[in-house]
């Protein structure tokens, strides 16, 4: 039998002697990933399941980073039953409140690594697969099954093949590029489907890049987006990690219900309009729509290469007066990164507003909620209608450049304009 | 379990969990309160109309959006019966299975449903059959796995008698 990378990893991880699309199996799981939820459902389900512990409090990776610090009373009481159910259970990865976003932080500190089966209470747990490894998102129920017995049902997955080639001009992102995608699939073009990342742009794509890319393929359906592991990969790790590995790479007769390829070159600056992060237009089709609010930051791009790209296009100038711009770094580390690269003295310079480390104003939930029939621009990734707050306002997502140069003038702009 | 029956409300495509639950009663430590937020932005009435109203018809990639499983328990607390969609998104699909409703995938015309329809499903056999529009649907059956755990009551209620 050939196999594709999922199939490869999912045959690593149960006890079935052939595995083929379409299948259901048991894995079992490597490590779990869980927040805020923890103090939803998922506390109490487990507490009435009568066990003393769960199946391994180091594989369990725990971090609260939604509504950080509490914005409300009701964010308050979650985040103390989720820190009462970490203390009875004894979790060893109990990240706290001042790290940052999960999907960042799982990954800086070397928790997603080559071939591992990982699944999280979030649905952007595909970021991970830029790692090479296979990562999904589960509910609470899942994440109680994971808790009790470190074993969850899948279906296989048939694979795509997505070859990339050439690379991205200056000014477009990976940002660009997978809003492209998921234009040209539809929302529902890959429901299920584990997307596999091949080619020879992928050793000039960054690590922040290849993250943003894994991130969003749950916003064409997938159930994975995965990378080929190269060098850069293996370097990245190596200060990450001190953890054995191997890298997976799929059979060369593994057989893909849909190969297709992009010439990166081809791709531009785009922007997702709402309602959906599909419905695509190109940003000189929107230019001068003027925005109250351009958001960078997020699990999708608040890393560094992100603030590098909008600090190179804000460097002494000021964001125009109508328009008010937020900058959440993906992680306490990316800060601190920011603060040393004079980053953070750029951005304030310029009139942004920094915020601590959380997903606060892409889930509508503080630190940059949007009022009545306000427009915003972000690097977000979720457009849906009263996301980022009143059910009037309207979000649309583009690449970090995209969200800094338009912040500039007030109005959606072209990065390629203001990049010098 | 195998055999459903209730009255039909439609939904759209790509109906997404942010609308089922709002962020801002997601917090909400009670989950009857935070069903009175159900599909507020989409119909302001649903709460109401579910007095009548028990069977779910939405269209394609029901439930895309986030993970939160809030997005299944407030139809249960609103005494939703089942699901039936031309297609539904990844974890929102496990969800629905994961707690005891069946979930149905069923290419549907405009001309099968109607707001109000009485339908029965049997899971069994695959087939709905519409009262008001006097017509029969066939069904792609659900595999032998998730019609266990349906039976079951979900993954919760399976693992329990497992542990007992």
Not at chain 1, 7 to 21: C, R, V, Y
Not at chain 1, 126 to 146: K, P
Not at chain 2, 83 to 97: C, D, H, P
């Amino acid at each position: 039998m050939s196999y594709t990378i999922a199939e490869k990893i999912f045959k690593s991880h149960s006890q079935t002697d052939k595995i083929e699309p379409g299948q259901f199996i048991e894995a079992e799981i490597d490590l779990i990933m869980v927040h805020e939820q923890l103090g939803g459902r998922i506390h109490k389900e487990y507490e009435k399941l009568g066990l003393n512990q769960v199946w391994d409090p180091d594989k369990i990776f725990f971090i609260l980073d939604h509504w950080v610090p509490a914005p409300t009373v009701s964010a308050a009481q979650m985040h103390k039953d989720c820190r009462k159910f970490a203390e009875k259970y004894n979790f060893v990865h109990n990240m706290g409140m001042n790290k940052g976003i999960c999907h960042q932080v799982l990954p800086e500190m070397g928790f997603s690594r080559p071939g591992m089966l990982i699944v999280g209470s979030d649905s952007h747990t595909t970021t991970y697969g830029a790692f090479n490894c296979l990562s999904t998102g589960i509910g609470a129920s899942d994440v109680v099954m994971v808790f009790a017995t470190g074993v969850l049902w899948f279906m296989i997955p048939e694979s795509f093949k997505v070859e990339l080639y050439n690379n991205l001009k200056e000014g477009v992102m990976s940002k660009d590029f997978i809003l492209t995608f998921i234009s040209d699939v539809s929302t529902k073009g890959a429901l299920y489907k584990s997307l596999e990342f091949h080619g020879e742009s992928i050793k000039d794509l960054s690590i922040d890049s290849r993250m943003t890319i894994s991130n969003m393929v749950v916003e064409a359906g997938a159930k994975f987006g995965v990378f080929m592991p190269d060098k850069k990969l293996e370097n990245w790790l190596i200060n990450r990690t001190d953890k054995p590995y191997s890298l997976v790479k799929p059979d060369k007769s593994a057989e893909y219900e849909v190969v297709v390829e992009y010439d990166l070159s081809e791709i531009s600056p785009v922007i997702a309009k709402p309602p959906d992060p599909s419905n695509l237009a190109h940003v000189e089709e929107l230019e001068g729509l003027k925005i109250d609010q351009a958001f960078l930051g997020s699990c999708t791009n608040g890393r560094m290469e992100d603030l590098r790209i909008a600090a190179r296009i804000l460097k002494g100038h000021k964001i125009n007066p109508k328009t008010r711009m937020i900058i959440t770094p993906a992680s306490k580390e990316i800060y601190i990164d920011a603060m040393r690269e004079g980053l953070i003295e750029i951005f304030l310079n310029s009139g942004a507003i920094i915020t601590n480390s959380t997903c606060g104003a892409c889930i509508g939930g503080h630190l940059g909620v949007l009022g009545q029939n306000e427009i915003c621009l972000s690097s977000s990734n979720r457009n849906f209608t009263g996301r980022m707050g009143d059910p009037t306002s309207q979000i649309y997502l583009a690449s970090p450049a995209t969200v800094a140069a338009s912040a500039l003038k007030g109005e959606i702009t072209d990065p390629r304009e203001v990049l010098v | 379990m195998d055999k459903i029956e209730g009255f039909v409300y439609i939904l759209g495509d790509d109906i997404n969990t942010d609308a089922i639950v709002p962020s801002h009663a997601l917090t909400m430590r009670d989950s009857n309160e935070m069903a009175k937020y159900t599909l507020e932005f989409i119909d302001p009435d649903f709460v109401k109309k579910t007095k009548s109203l028990d069977i779910i018809v939405a269209g394609e990639n029901f439930g895309t959006g986030s993970s939160r499983e809030e997005a299944v328990k407030v139809f249960k607390n609103l005494g939703i019966k089942a699901v039936i969609a031309k297609s539904f998104a990844r974890i929102y699909f496990r969800n629905l299975i994961n707690s005891g409703m069946p979930a149905i995938k069923l290419k549907w015309q405009d001309a099968n449903f109607k707001n109000g329809d009485a339908i029965k499903i049997d899971l069994n056999s695959g087939n709905i059959i519409n009262q008001t529009q006097k017509l029969s649907l066939k069904f792609p059956k659900l595999p032998k796995f998730i019609m266990e755990v349906l039976e079951e009551g979900g993954i919760i209620k399976r693992l329990k008698k497992k542990f007992d």
